[in-house]
């Protein structure tokens, strides 16, 4: 991670670091990193943030309302972190397959098998009858 990055002309770029953290660009780490960094400390506004849904409702669209919270409502390591988590989850939650797509992967290739030996069947039954 490259730090100066996060600074413009002499500011923290909020969005910037919001959007990173959104995108998993961060390590929880690198995260720890900014929070840390005295320049960008000194940007912090808001008190803490208060989370507005549970984890088992973060999904992209909350993602999104939150991340964009940067500029307006809150920068803080308290937002910071909780953005951070809510990414993460997302993040794992979007790119692991599901209990579900994984049974209608099996499914697909059960029937894939199945058809093809009856066509298997069919064909060799044909070849060995005569007409």
Do not use: C
């Amino acid at each position: 991670m490259d730090i100066n990055s996060y600074f413009k002309d002499g500011k923290v770029r909020r969005s910037k670091i919001a959007l990173d953290i959104k995108n998993g660009d961060l390590t929880k780490q690198d995260v720890e990193e900014l929070i840390s960094n005295e320049r960008i400390s000194a940007s912090f506004f808001g008190n803490g943030y208060i989370p507005s849904k549970t984890s088992d409702l973060w999904d992209r669209s909350y993602l999104d309302i939150i991340s964009n919270a940067a500029s307006a409502e809150a920068f803080n390591a308290e937002y910071l972190r909780y953005l951070y988590e809510v990414a993460e989850h997302v993040n794992k939650k979007e790119t692991v397959p599901s209990k579900g797509s994984k049974a209608l992967v099996f499914i697909i290739i059960g029937a894939i098998i199945v058809v093809t030996s009856i066509i298997l069947l069919v064909i060799n039954g044909n070849n060995g009858s005569v007409h």
